[in-house]
């Protein structure tokens, strides 16, 4: 039996995206027939392991074959990502260069993935390292499920009638909570949130179990996520696989998306664009055949079973070439 120690920013917690992305994996691998352990990078040495995947900025050397996961590129996340902020000019370069610093060493001697086209690409510009396999994330489809939007309110007490969009995750700037609010307003729609913190002109539902998510993704009229930048957001994914439309911007894997299910161009906007994103936000009810297009896109290339097939592929391919090169230093071309 294959060990794996899959390293983790935070091997407690569940919550984040990388973090969720981590124990997902650790489960998908327990599915393949291996057993994996999610780890800090300091617990590496008192667990068992025949493969190490690391991720982010946070990586740890080891005599074993090593994996390291992209979810983003730091330099696009805190060039595209903190355009809203008032960081002074000096403040953001040393944050970027220091971020940057962390993934470049974190990918140096690794066999490199990334969550997304996109993000490889990212890595391959600012890092000049060579991402060998993109591999989405994958999601729960079955808590995730194509529902029934009137069965959903009246579970939830919620007037049929009612308009609603929902933004679902931190209100961080980089996630434009703002202008889901303003767009939401033009068009007509109550926001509600779905998250940590409070976002003035919205609803807060706070933080919700994954069966409460779903239910009020199922309920609402559409979910709205103008992110500034997203690799590969799971909120997203979760979403659109229960077949409600997602409004979000032209970022990340939506890119891919997008390549695949032309249609769903309408309901995209550019990043940080109010007018476009207000735009697609009135076009989403005569657009019922693209967001089922992207729905059983989803549901089909981003479920565990896909992603396991993606992660069952890469792990041979990186330890046969460990075994080929007759050492235990992984691929680093």
């Given amino acids: 039996m294959m060990r794996v120690a899959v390293v983790s920013p935070d091997p407690t917690s569940n919550s984040g995206g990388v973090e969720r992305f981590c124990h997902t994996l650790r489960d998908v691998i327990g599915r ?3 057993a994996a352990d999610v780890v800090g990078a300091n617990e590496l040495d008192s667990v068992a392991h ?4 690391t991720n982010g900025m946070v990586s740890r050397r080891s005599s074993a074959p090593r994996i ?3 979810h983003g590129c730091w330099v696009d996340h805190v060039r595209l990502g903190t355009r809203t902020n008032a960081y002074s000019l000096q403040w953001r370069t040393q944050f970027l260069l220091k971020g ?5 060493w974190a990918g140096a001697n690794a066999y490199r993935v990334a969550v997304s086209q996109p993000t490889a690409e990212e890595v391959e510009q600012w890092y ?3 991402v060998h396999r993109v591999i989405p994330n ?3 489809t079955t808590t995730f499920v194509v529902g029934d939007r009137d069965a959903a309110r009246s579970q939830l007490g919620v007037s049929p009638d009612e308009r609603l969009a929902l933004f679902i995750g931190r209100a961080e700037a980089r996630k434009r909570p703002d202008i889901a609010v303003a767009a939401a307003s033009r068009a007509g729609y109550r926001l509600m ?7 003035d002109g919205a609803t807060s539902l706070g933080v919700l179990s994954p069966s409460e998510l779903r239910t009020w993704i199922q309920a609402v009229d559409c979910v709205l996520a103008p992110s500034d930048y997203e690799a590969c957001s799971l909120a997203i994914l979760e979403a659109m696989a229960t077949g409600t439309a997602v409004l979000t911007t032209r970022v990340g894997y939506v890119r891919t998306l997008i390549e695949q299910v032309p249609g769903y161009r309408d309901l995209t906007a550019a990043a940080g664009d109010l007018d476009e994103f207000t735009r697609a936000l009135t ?7 693209a967001v089922a297009d992207a729905t059983a896109f989803v549901r089909a290339e981003n479920s565990l079973d896909r992603f396991a097939e993606h992660w069952s592929a890469a792990i041979d391919e990186v330890m046969k070439r460990t075994t080929t090169a007759g050492s235990h230093q992984g691929p680093v071309s």
């Fill in 283 to 289: 076009l989403l009810p005569s657009r019922g055949q």
């Fill in 138 to 140: 994958g999601i729960d």
């Fill in 100 to 104: 940057a610093a962390k993934e470049i």
């Fill in 32 to 34: 393949l027939g291996g």
């Fill in 68 to 70: 390291h996961v992209y």
């Fill in 128 to 130: 000049r390292l060579r």
């Fill in 50 to 53: 025949d493969l190490v995947i």
């Fill in 193 to 199: 949130t779905a998250g940590a913190g409070t976002v």
